[in-house]
Each structure stands twice: as structure tokens, then as C-alpha cells.
């Protein structure tokens, strides 16, 4: 898997630790954190110490269970259905047409999105195909099948799709990673950005992708397993539609059927999420990163995960884990103390002597279900002498 559009394709199968003794603090927020004791669970640096704002429960004294993928709820009887089409019918109104670099219509009782070849030097090509009618609140299902080019691709549903510029992608990859990005203004901001999200070996295969998009939360399922659910900013209607992005030369194709768009049952909108997930050395007095990167110079002592939160209502505490070169680093249960459901915040991770290089990946949760995360890379030290 290669990473796309220079996003990194990074694991969302976080384990989840025990509290590990480590060489370095955590802060959450604003808030001054105090020390707690932890047990030890694998190899522990000198003057190792974990800081929590608050102690962990008793539980976490042996490593809770994973989380695990979450079933697709069955949508209530009788959630209207404001869109049907199994593209037998090719007066239907989806756009029909192509040139040298991509084509979209209908073909053999389904609906094609192919993109041929690459433009010379281009990183990627996306085709996307929208159906002309607005919609706020949707749950869009699908079926989709790649035909053949390059696995290295991209495929799934757009909702709140303005231009091509503004617009909520929730995808798939023929190798098995997802992505929910939002378009605005031309700007590619991951909502949740590239993640193995599940384990099958890139064959032509029909799969079931559903897009939930309602309010700020989205929420993306794969064969009725929940692979993504994030919170962002974008527009409050627009149209819906399909999409596929190719990152090789070969191109790639994918065939759609069976497009239902349905009115969300009430219960689509439960549950904390988050988004804009940044890391930076620094924040604003609003937890805005300041200068954010995803490469960090050697001797890097303190990195903010900042991220936008929303529906934490009943939420009292989180889980944030920090993993090294895929190998869990650091993690902690956090105390919730922020004073509003929706906001922006951060937490903060911290060595007194350097964060130790590699490739770091931050990882949320309440309870065991996970909320987002990102990754960056912090330098070697450049040799001396």
C-alpha cells in the first residue's frame, strides 16, 4: 500500500495498553496534570514516569480488549428512501461521458468510473460522478467492485458535494485502507486520513460501502463493519455521488450498482467523534497548532495532538495511545474536563531529554471505540564528527 495524495497509510488496529511506565509526560488540554503509578508491561527507560490527570481504573491493571470493528445497525423500518438506482436504466440522470484520462457512465446494468491513465507527472486523478439534487441528512449505500489497473487506488461515496472543490469523500482502496477527507476550498483535509481498515488481498471483489453524513458526523462502513467515524466542518447539504482516484499510471476501474440513498435514522448522530487532527510543537491559546507538520527535527522535547471534538456530552474520560515504529510507546487514561460537548483541544506528549526518533502514530478512544488519530516522524539525529 502505497501512501496517496501524501498521506501516509497508517494502522487503525490500535491495540489497547495497560498504563506503561515511560520516559515522558502526557497533558491534556489546559489542565495540570499530576503523577500516577503505573505497571510496568515491557522494557522501561531510565526515570521512567507516565503524568495522567487523573489515576486509571482498576481495570487497566491487564490490557483491555482491542477494539473491534463495529457492526453496521440496521437501519429502522420505514427510513425513507430518497434516491434508488441499480443503473439498468441509462436515462436515470447520472453523468455519461469520458475523454484520454477518465471516463463515467452506464455499462452492462451498472455504472463505471474508470480513469484510463495518469497525465504525465501527475501524482493521482480523481473522477468524480454526482447525481443532481440536494440533500442535508443521508445514509448512502452502494455496491462496488474494482475491474482491474492498479490496486493503488481509491473508490467510494461523496456527500455534501458543492464543486469540485467542496465536498466529503468517504473511500476505500483495492488493498484494503480507508480514508474520509474533506474537500474545501481545493484544500485535501483527512478527516480520518489513510488507515488499514480491513484485511483482504486486492482481487476483484464486490464490496458493500455505506456513507453516513449527518450533521458534522461521518461515519463510513465496509461490508457492514464501522471503519470510520470522524467529525468535520463541511458544508450542511449538497449533492451525492460516487468517486474514484487513481495514484498509478495503469489507471484503475470500478463498477458501482445498486445505489440507495435513505433519510438517517435519529441514532446516526450518537457518540463523541473527532477531527482536524494536527500535530505541532506549539498551539495557540485556542489549541490551533501553530506551524503544524508531520516531520519533527531530532531533539524535539514536547508534540501537540490537537484535535476538534464533538458529542461528548457524556464522556468523563479518554484513552490515548502512542505507539513507536508500530510498538505501543506510551498510553494513558485521560480525565475529560473540557466545559463544552464540541471544541477544540489537545494533548500533549512530552520527553525532557528528546522524543525518541521514528515513526510515532497517536491513536483516541472512549471505551474501546476509537475516535481517530495521525501520524508523524520524528529525525535522527545528524552525525557528528
Not at 507527472?121 to 440533500?135: I, L
Not at 470510520?228 to 447539504?237: L, N, Q, R, T, W
Not at 487514561?333 to 464540541?342: I, L
Amino acid at each position: 500500500m502505497q501512501a496517496k495524495q501524501g498521506s501516509p497509510a497508517i494502522s487503525l488496529a490500535v491495540a489497547m495498553m495497560a498504563l506503561a511506565t515511560l520516559a515522558c509526560s502526557l497533558s491534556f488540554g489546559r489542565a495540570t496534570p499530576t503523577p500516577t503509578a503505573a505497571p510496568t508491561l515491557f522494557p522501561t527507560p531510565t526515570r521512567a514516569r507516565v503524568i495522567l490527570p487523573t489515576p486509571p481504573p482498576a481495570t487497566l491493571e491487564s490490557s483491555p480488549p482491542s477494539p473491534q470493528p463495529s457492526p453496521s445497525p440496521p437501519l429502522e423500518m420505514g427510513s425513507e428512501v430518497l434516491l434508488q438506482d441499480d443503473f439498468s436504466d441509462p436515462t436515470s440522470g447520472w453523468p455519461d461521458d469520458g475523454d484520454e484520462i477518465s471516463r463515467r457512465g452506464y455499462e452492462d446494468g451498472g455504472y463505471i468510473i474508470e480513469i484510463l491513465e495518469l497525465p504525465e507527472d501527475a501524482e493521482g486523478w480523481v473522477q468524480v460522478s454526482s447525481y443532481e439534487a440536494t440533500f442535508d441528512d443521508v445514509v448512502v449505500e452502494v455496491d462496488a467492485r474494482w475491474l482491474g489497473g492498479s490496486a493503488d487506488n481509491a473508490f467510494g461515496i461523496v456527500c455534501r458535494y458543492q464543486d469540485i472543490d467542496n465536498f466529503v469523500r468517504l473511500v476505500i482502496s483495492s488493498d484494503g485502507y480507508s480514508l474520509v477527507e474533506q474537500q474545501k476550498a481545493g484544500e485535501s483535509i483527512p478527516l480520518a486520513d489513510w488507515a488499514e481498515a480491513v484485511d483482504w488481498d486486492p482481487v476483484p471483489t464486490q464490496h458493500h460501502l455505506r456513507a453516513d453524513c449527518v450533521g458534522n458526523r461521518f461515519r463510513l462502513y465496509v461490508d457492514d463493519t464501522l471503519v470510520a467515524d470522524v467529525a468535520g466542518d463541511g458544508p450542511s447539504e449538497g449533492e451525492v455521488g460516487l468517486i474514484v482516484s487513481a495514484y498509478q499510471p495503469e489507471g484503475t476501474r470500478i463498477r458501482f450498482d445498486n445505489l440507495v440513498v435513505r433519510r438517517p435514522p435519529t441514532e446516526a448522530t450518537a457518540g463523541p467523534a473527532i477531527a482536524n487532527v494536527a500535530f505541532s510543537r506549539d498551539v495557540t491559546s485556542d489549541s490551533q497548532p501553530i506551524e503544524p507538520a508531520t516531520t519533527f527535527p531530532a531533539g524535539t522535547t514536547g508534540i501537540y495532538a490537537s484535535f476538534d471534538y464533538s458529542g461528548f456530552e457524556e464522556v468523563r474520560e479518554v484513552y490515548s495511545v502512542w505507539l513507536l515504529d508500530g510498538e505501543p510507546e506510551v498510553s494513558g487514561v485521560v480525565g475529560w474536563n473540557e466545559p463544552t460537548p464540541a471544541g477544540r483541544t489537545y494533548i500533549y506528549l512530552q520527553y525532557e531529554d528528546g522524543i525518541p526518533s521514528g515513526q510515532w502514530e497517536w491513536a483516541l478512544y472512549v471505551d474501546d471505540a476509537y475516535l481517530g488519530g495521525g501520524t508523524f516522524r520524528v529525525l535522527e539525529p545528524l552525525p557528528t564528527g
